[in-house]
């Protein structure tokens, strides 16, 4: 085989050589997608500053404190695998707010399941009450030692998760028409 006058043998000064006109390439690319980035970024912030100039300020939203803690999740997860042969995974949902989080079966007016009160839970502090129910309510909130915890209440959870669906399921009454006579004159 013939070799080609211009391909040299990959020795170890021609590896070197090589090596670095790579390196001065890379810098060169590197400089070049750096400073037009810079550029770009520079560019923006003047369209920015000239269009906030022009424009009315307007006035920030109020920043939401509602964070969807780990533990939370796990206690949808744990009320999710409690009721997955009385109903379907996906019609129940997490509610968050700020003081504690919902767990409701998606109908009309999303009635809640579980309430639960995790926001303390990395002092130990777990909490679940049910406020769907009204032989529960009077319960107020029952301390547990953790999420898992919950399956200790599988009953409380089964119940509320009925009467929702009973409701659910009673048949609308049909209104009956009242006729009313209007006096002969």
Do not use: W
Not at 173 to 180: A, V
Request: glycine share 4%; with cysteine.
């Amino acid at each position: 085989m013939k070799q080609l006058p211009f391909i040299k043998r990959a020795t170890d000064s021609v590896v070197e050589e090589f090596k670095g006109h790579i390196r001065k390439a890379v810098e060169y690319h590197e400089q070049n997608y750096f400073d037009d980035q810079i550029k770009r970024l520079r560019e923006t912030a003047k369209a920015t500053e000239d269009s906030s100039t022009e424009k009315p300020v307007q006035q920030e939203q109020p920043q939401s404190n509602i964070v969807t803690t780990v533990h939370e999740l796990q206690g949808l997860s744990t009320v999710k695998s409690i009721l997955y042969k009385a109903v379907q995974s996906d019609k129940i949902l997490l509610k968050d707010y700020e003081n504690y989080c919902n767990v409701v079966y998606k109908a009309q007016g999303s009635p809640t399941i579980v309430r639960m009160h995790f926001n303390e839970a990395e002092a130990g502090k777990f909490f679940i009450s049910f406020p769907g129910n009204d032989d529960l309510v009077n319960l107020g909130k029952i301390q547990i030692k953790d999420v898992e915890a919950m399956n200790d209440h599988i009953d409380k959870i089964i119940n509320t998760a009925k009467k929702f669906l009973e409701q659910k399921e009673k048949p609308v009454k049909e209104k009956t028409e009242k006729q009313t006579q209007i006096p002969d004159k």
